[in-house]
């Protein structure tokens, strides 16, 4: 399978929370990151969290890891229409970061 | 800081043309990344580059592309001769180490018609 696989779509109504799963492969993955891309820009750093934390909140943000099953999520709460985006997991060993295909978050009115 | 600089943002070439990309990495970052997006195959890691050095190109599709990195501050990545499957999105990234953040550019657009 892929290295770090996530959903490729994700509809949510404006207001409500979004849940994004990705889930990877290589338990010796230092860090892990959820990027945010745009329409017709590059990836921006969202939030990242070291492998041997749980839960990081940043704001609207909460990401999730579950090191037994390698599985990472991003939670973001009161959903707004400029979080419709691709969101991207990574995983960073050594220097070498691998991207999930992303996951296209689309909000509904 | 400017942030890592891509050009060309967007190129239409023809097929068998070269195209030649171009990336300035943030100033004091010493690790630099070449990826590839396309639909169908997301984000790909073609090369990174430690210290100027190429470190694992182990991603780069075939011998039509290569990269160099001259200096600390400039890198190419080059297709040669290009096809309508090169068609991507080509984007430069920068760090300045392992546990650091990766920052990206902005893309270079590519469609070989």
């Known amino acids: 399978g892929e290295d770090v696989e996530q959903s490729l779509f994700l509809s949510v109504r404006e207001g409500d929370s979004s849940v994004i799963n990705c889930t990877y492969t290589?338990?010796?993955?230092?860090?892990l990151y959820w990027y945010k891309q745009e329409p017709g820009a590059g990836l921006q750093l969202l939030t990242y969290?070291?492998?041997?934390?749980d839960m990081k909140q940043d704001q609207r943000l909460t990401v999730l890891l579950n090191k037994k099953d390698k599985h990472l999520s991003l939670r973001i709460a009161d959903t707004q229409t400029g979080d419709s985006a691709i969101y991207f997991c990574?995983?960073?060993?050594?220097?070498?970061?691998?991207f999930g295909k992303g996951t296209r978050l689309h909000i509904l009115p | 800081d400017a942030g890592v600089i891509q050009s060309p943002r967007h190129e239409v070439t023809e097929m068998g043309q070269e195209v030649t990309l171009r990336c300035k990495p943030i100033?004091?970052?010493?690790?630099l990344f070449w990826y590839r997006q396309t639909m169908m195959r997301g984000l790909e890691l073609l090369i990174y580059?430690?210290?100027?050095?190429?470190?694992?190109d182990s991603g780069m599709p075939e011998d039509r592309f290569s990269a160099k990195m001259p200096n600390a501050s400039f890198s190419t990545l080059k297709i040669q001769p290009s096809e309508p499957r090169d068609s991507a999105v080509y984007f430069c990234?920068?760090?300045?180490?392992?546990?650091?953040?990766?920052?990206f550019g902005e893309g270079s657009w590519l469609t070989v018609v």
């Open positions: 990234a920068s760090t300045a180490g392992p546990g650091n953040t990766i920052y």
């Open positions: 290589d338990s010796s993955s230092t860090y």
């Open positions: 969290i070291f492998s041997n934390m």
């Open positions: 990574a995983r960073r060993r050594d220097d070498k970061i691998i």
């Open positions: 100033s004091g970052h010493n690790s």
């Open positions: 580059f430690n210290n100027n050095v190429p470190i694992d």
